[in-house]
């Protein structure tokens, strides 16, 4: 997609935004004038509307091309160009930032009004369940939760809770960002022994893209088989397509039509930044996808107790979906869920970018051969080393905007050895070519034993999986 300086707007002056509509509207006539793809239009259009309706917000009134705002503070003189005028953008569409060390995640927790995780909770997880914390915790990839001490007190008070989490099945290939949810899932899943309902939005994904009903459910199908790949006991795993689900149960339904009379068109026209030319479908959807948030919605698993409080692993950028479920759950008698948020995963060309599935040089995917990795490692990750070797030995390298450093910090998972290669990297005593090496033998191995796992995975496992049923646990 084709960026112009813009994002959340809550931090700019009323006339930076009057500006930054200007440019955006010039880049949508411009991207319509060029044939542009209708998805790059759309994201174009969805920002021009989030950033005119941050400007009413801010001014109090619509925005008028010719009509400046009135009082408006002068420009500092670094003007729009500079990083600090610029602020990162995250809604369940986009993710954008300026910034080569990508989002500014405690920014994010401030305006999303979540909580950080702490060392604190950190080591009341590791209390509670007697495990060392997931490299994830302990590294700060997930980084910030709500009502997670809830979670723990219940635990320990050997109250039930489950785990929900999910994939828009966009397209057949996965890439490594998408297994980090489903990774620390895995490991919840283990060390709380709970169970565990895991959505695949088909529907979602027909609403939003240019594919058939039979093309997503499809695509959702293969993704599952990527994440049982994970290795998900299928004792204590319901993976479920909402086309598939929501027809044959009546629960189910039900919750998402309770959701659907408590929120109001405004309401997630203001989260979501839907407008009046947006599908019906579209703007139902948030109660499909909040509607697993409710024991009751999986009679099968949980009878009829309404009182399980359920925990959500999920990338930050899809909490706008969740707010919206606690801000309904009192009103409809149900606890609210509970939230860890992980940071994004960063495309190879710099944490500023974003991965595409349709580029597939942004990412490595779990697809991708031996030589593929290697190739891509080397190509395609962005360094932060210096330009000569005599400069790099002299001044080091940076971390911060490193790649293969960054994808270490996912992947590595012996501590002493990344703060080994974190040390020598910025001294200058490790050069870009060896920390890529050493990237890519994690990344091959890790890569292919998920090949040979998803190997043994059928499709009579798939549909296991995908029954509807009673798992190993009883809810009375």
Not at 210 to 224: K, M, R, S
Not at 370 to 379: D, E, L, R
Not at 381 to 389: E, I, K, Q, W
Not at 401 to 419: I, N, Q, R
Request: glycine share 6%; aromatic share 10%.
């Amino acid at each position: 997609m084709a960026d112009v300086p813009n994002g959340e707007q809550g931090c700019a002056s009323p006339l930076e935004l009057f500006n930054r509509i200007a440019a955006q509207g010039e880049l949508v006539r411009s991207l319509k004038a060029g044939k542009a793809s209708k998805e790059e239009i759309d994201s174009a259009v969805k920002m021009l509307l989030s950033l005119k309706m941050s400007y009413k917000a801010a001014v109090g009134e619509d925005y008028k091309a010719d009509c400046p705002p009135e009082n408006s503070a002068p420009e500092s003189d670094s003007g729009l160009g500079s990083a600090e005028a610029e602020e990162d953008f995250v809604d369940p569409w986009t993710v954008q930032t300026s910034s080569a060390k990508g989002i500014d995640y405690d920014k994010l927790i401030v305006r999303f009004g979540s909580s950080k995780i702490d060392k604190e909770l950190v080591n009341r997880i590791e209390r509670a369940t007697g495990q060392k914390p997931h490299r994830f915790l302990r590294r700060g990839i997930f980084f910030s939760h709500r009502d997670m001490n809830q979670i723990l007190d219940a635990y320990e008070n050997k109250k039930p809770f489950y785990l929900y989490t999910g994939r828009g099945p966009s397209s057949e290939a996965m890439h490594v960002g998408h297994l980090i949810p489903f990774i620390f899932t895995k490991w919840l899943q283990d060390v709380f022994n709970v169970p565990l309902v895991i959505q695949m939005t088909d529907d979602e994904k027909y609403l939003w893209k240019d594919l058939t009903l039979d093309q997503a459910y499809g695509y959702a199908v293969e993704n599952a088989k990527d994440i049982i790949a994970c290795g998900f006991d299928i004792n204590k795993t319901f993976i479920f397509s909402d086309l598939d689900y929501m027809g044959m149960s009546p629960g189910f339904y039900k919750n998402v039509v309770k959701i659907q009379k408590h929120v109001t068109f405004n309401q997630v026209k203001g989260i979501f930044g839907f407008t009046d030319s947006d599908s019906i479908g579209k703007i139902s959807f948030p109660a499909i996808q909040a509607a697993p948030s409710f024991s009751n919605s999986f009679p099968q698993i949980f009878r009829d107790r309404t009182d399980i409080q359920c925990l959500i692993p999920c990338a930050i950028d899809q909490d706008p979906y969740f707010r919206m479920t606690r801000d309904v759950a009192p009103r409809i008698g149900y606890p609210k869920p509970a939230l860890l948020h992980s940071t994004f995963f960063p495309a190879l060309q710099g944490a500023q970018t974003k991965m595409s599935a349709s580029d597939p040089n942004s990412s490595i995917f779990l697809t991708d051969t031996a030589k593929q990795i290697k190739t891509k490692v080397n190509k395609h990750a962005f360094s932060g080393g210096r330009d000569t070797v005599e400069e790099h030995r002299q001044f080091g390298g940076n971390c911060d905007v490193d790649v293969s450093f960054m994808y270490l910090t996912f992947f590595l998972e012996d501590d002493d050895k990344l703060e080994q290669i974190r040390k020598d990297y910025t001294s200058g005593d490790m050069l870009t070519g060896e920390l890529k090496k050493t990237l890519i033998e994690v990344l091959q191995p890790l890569i292919a034993e998920h090949q040979a796992r998803r190997k043994e995975v059928t499709d009579e496992i798939v549909r296991e999986f995908m029954t509807p049923r009673k798992l190993s646990y009883d809810f009375q």
